[in-house]
């Protein structure tokens, strides 16, 4: 199996870049099935999801818009709890439907925070899509709509997920070896 090491720790290959595109055409035909004829804006969710985001998006077959939004609630290997703001809306979504696009739902806390924006900015409808989930860490009981893999409580990285900065080019996704 595939190691790497980035700063201080190592990483194992966990979700082949093969694996994560094949998983990606299957969402997205889902996607184009399930929101043909509706007024879809996705919402990517920085820094994380601008892969994933790109990889839904350019796989798509109805009319849609993207738009991006900032909100970091993460620090080192440990969510930090604390939410920060939410910057980037230019975006008018009320009376649209709503695909939100992350990286990664752990605690649900980021999930969370979105959506009472999303709720307050009178979204029609919201759809939740994310490459992975870690349903150990989970505290919400939002419905998660698209969910690429779902992951142990364990801190990965690469496919647009971080470890102190780092790792985000990589395509395949690695979790950390203790
Ligand atoms: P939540 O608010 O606890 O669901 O955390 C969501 C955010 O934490 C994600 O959008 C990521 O930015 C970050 N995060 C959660 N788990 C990991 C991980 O295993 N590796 C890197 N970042 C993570
Ligand atoms: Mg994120």
Known sequence: MKEIRILDKNFREMITEDAIHQRIGEMASQMNKELKGKDVVFLGILNGAFLFAADIFRRLEIPARISFVKLASYEGTK???????????????????????????????????????????KAME??????????????????????????????????????DGYGRNLPAVYTLIH
């Open 126 to 163: 919201i759809k939740i899509a994310t490459a992975l989930f870690k349903p150990g860490a989970y505290k919400s009981n939002i419905t998660l709509d698209y969910v690429g893999f779902e992951i142990p409580n364990d801190f990965v990285v690469g496919y647009g997920l971080d470890y």
């Open 79 to 121: 969510s930090s709890g604390s939410i920060k703001e939410l910057i980037g809306w230019n975006e008018d979504i009320n009376n649209k439907t709503v695909v939100v696009i992350e990286d990664i739902i752990d605690t649900g806390h980021t999930l969370q925070r979105i959506m009472d924006e999303l709720v307050m900015r």
